[in-house]
């Protein structure tokens, strides 16, 4: 083996190993100086992905770990997404929950690139497991707790049992894509988080689950698109229908998951890439700012208006009425669900957070589609 | 297919009908189908791990009082279980499968307990009759990674839900020796002002 060869093993077992040795470092810490070291440590991780995506390890897929160029894009986003919840959280008094973080995001990174599928489950189950026993030790939390395990538990069953059925049948394919909308949190069927702490853990959860879905394709067949079609479809409607009352943000913040599973559903795997990036850094309880708005409205400049282009494009090869009904909805949903306009006319927002993600959203918009061109994916 | 394997959907539908006292049923039937269906080391840690996520709950819950929540779910819930069973089951035909898929109707029942009962207790116990369900269906699918990422999944709402419920419910107090009490109540009167 090769120097060359080497180093890149060498650094793509390091972008692994970094998220958990960052959460160590960050839990060490004393309080005041965790965020400053928080800041290096998940800066540190984003320059190692994308190092890792540039120069990828040529012997991984010998050895059986998975790893197309698509998942290491993935993996890219998620660290970006660890570095803004870093960015726009103070400091957090409590070592486990400051450090919450950078364990998900690690356990998130080596879901995706699980030698099977089933085992990147059961990654994520761990992940899940780790983070509601972390957010949940406060008093009267513990119904809560149990809560966040039963439908994470429920959506892990149900798509293991679809990976017993056998492969490409209707029953197998329904049942996979009914745990994976669980496991995302798609809106109107399974939004699972509630607290405002709960973005730590589900931001990459909901991420792997959506690297993890374009990986069960092959075994759910026709069944499993169409059903991740149809989800993602509905909720872009019912966000639409719902208007923007208060209670009912929780919808519009799930736009840009329920648009990646229907890019996932039409093999559009690069849109969903772009919609990932938007969901890690713009998703979760961050929809009151207006730069997060604008993102996840798929506004133009940022990946998500990049991502809509090319899923649209895809669909209309797959289906004419699905990608009319598609394009009415997201602009029915544009129209009457963004909230506070004011806020999102703003375009370069004053926090450093804000700043951070419009232009690392910028720049993926003009990056994928050029990587996708050159033949990166 | 024996007839213990179809014996471990029922015995789900009772859970859903009656609670967590049929856990330990559920589970020691679906040990004895996996081991009748063969011996070996796959089919042994898949009834041992069957019986210890169906023995621990009952035991553990014999330490707390018994849950008093309301239940509104109507008694039509077993058979909603038994309708969606059916559906799989004509599902499984039309796509060709001649096998009985015991695991994945146990696994349907569980997850009917888990969505239309309320109390904390019968939840974790259809969560876990869900889990025993995946475990028999990959041991006689003869799928030890599925196997292996469902134990972990068991395991993990065990330890979870067995926190939660110490967290939620009242521990069982043994009661004070008739002695002790019968000279308190003879003892000062400001007993009576506490109440």
Redesign the interface.
């Known amino acids: 083996m090769s120097m060359g060869m080497e180093a890149t093993v060498f650094l793509a077992a390091l972008a692994f190993v970094w998220p958990f040795v960052g959460a160590l470092v960050v839990a060490a810490m004393p309080a005041p100086r965790s965020r400053e070291a928080a800041l290096w440590m998940a800066g540190t991780g984003c320059a190692l992905s994308v190092i890792v995506f540039m120069f990828p390890s040529v012997g991984g897929n010998a050895s059986g770990w998975d790893d197309d160029p698509v998942q290491r894009a993935g993996r890219v986003m998620l660290a970006f997404g660890l570095l803004l919840l870093v960015l726009e959280n103070a400091v957090q008094p409590d070592r486990l929950l400051r450090s919450l973080p950078h364990v998900c995001t690690a356990l998130a990174g080596l879901a995706c690139v699980a030698p099977e599928p089933a085992v990147g489950l059961g990654i994520l189950e761990l992940a899940l497991a780790w983070g509601v026993f972390v957010f949940t030790r406060p008093a009267g939390q513990a119904k809560t707790g149990w809560g966040l395990i039963r439908t994470g538990s429920v959506g892990t069953v149900l798509v293991l049992s679809g990976l017993l059925l056998p492969q490409g049948s209707t029953v197998s394919g329904l049942m996979m894509a009914c745990g994976l909308v669980i496991l995302t949190g798609l809106a109107p069927f399974g939004q699972f988080w509630r607290d405002r702490n709960d973005s730590f853990l589900f931001l990459p959860f909901a991420g792997a689950s959506i690297l993890l879905a374009m990986r069960l394709r092959g075994h759910g067949g026709a069944a499993f698109e169409m059903a991740l079609v149809a989800a993602g479809l509905v909720s872009v409607w019912l966000t639409a229908s719902a208007g923007r009352a208060g209670d009912r943000q929780r919808l519009f913040r799930t736009f840009p998951s329920a648009l990646a599973l229907m890019a996932v559903g039409v093999e559009a795997d690069v849109a969903a890439l772009l919609f990932l990036c938007g969901w890690c850094l713009a998703g979760g309880n961050r929809s009151g700012r207006g730069w997060a708005v604008n993102v996840l409205a798929c506004f133009p400049p940022g990946a998500p208006f990049v991502g809509c282009l090319l899923l649209l494009s895809v669909m209309t090869d797959w289906s004419w009425p699905v990608a009319v009904l598609t394009v009415c909805g997201i602009l029915a949903a544009v129209l009457r669900a963004v909230p506070d306009r004011e806020a999102a006319r703003l375009f370069w927002p004053e926090d450093m957070a804000g700043r951070v993600a419009c232009s690392v959203l910028t720049i993926m918009g003009f990056l994928v589609p050029l990587a996708m061109m050159l033949g990166a994916f | 297919m024996t007839l213990i394997a179809i014996l471990v959907p029922m015995v789900a539908l009772c859970v859903v009908a009656r609670g967590v006292g049929f856990l330990l049923l559920a589970g020691v039937v679906t040990a004895l189908a996996m081991l009748v269906d063969g011996l070996t080391p796959p089919h042994e840690v898949g009834a041992v791990l069957a019986l210890l996520f169906a023995a621990v709950p009952p035991l553990f819950l014999t330490r707390y009082q018994h849950d008093a929540t309301l239940e509104r779910s109507g008694a039509a819930v077993p058979f909603f279980a038994l309708g969606l069973m059916v559906l ?1 089951l004509l ?2 035909s039309r ?1 060709g ?1 001649a096998v009985f ?1 015991a ?2 109707c146990t ?1 349907v029942a ?2 009917v307990a ?2 239309c009962r309320q109390s ?1 207790v019968w ?1 974790w116990a259809g ?1 876990l009759t ?2 025993e ?2 475990l028999l ?2 041991v006689l ?1 003869h ?1 030890p ?2 196997l ?3 134990a ?2 068991g395991a ?2 065990l ?3 067995g ?2 419920v110490h ?2 419910m009242p521990r069982v107090v043994p009661l004070r020796a008739a002695g002790q009490r019968s000279t308190r109540r003879a003892g000062p009167s400001d007993t009576g002002a506490d109440v």
Do not use: D, E
């Open positions: 799989l599902a499984c796509a499968s898929p695991g994945l696994m569980g997850l888990v969505v904390m939840q969560l869900c889990v369900g995946v269906s990959a699918g799928q990674v599925v292996g990422v469902a972990l999944a993990v709402v330890l979870l839900g926190m939660c967290r939620i």
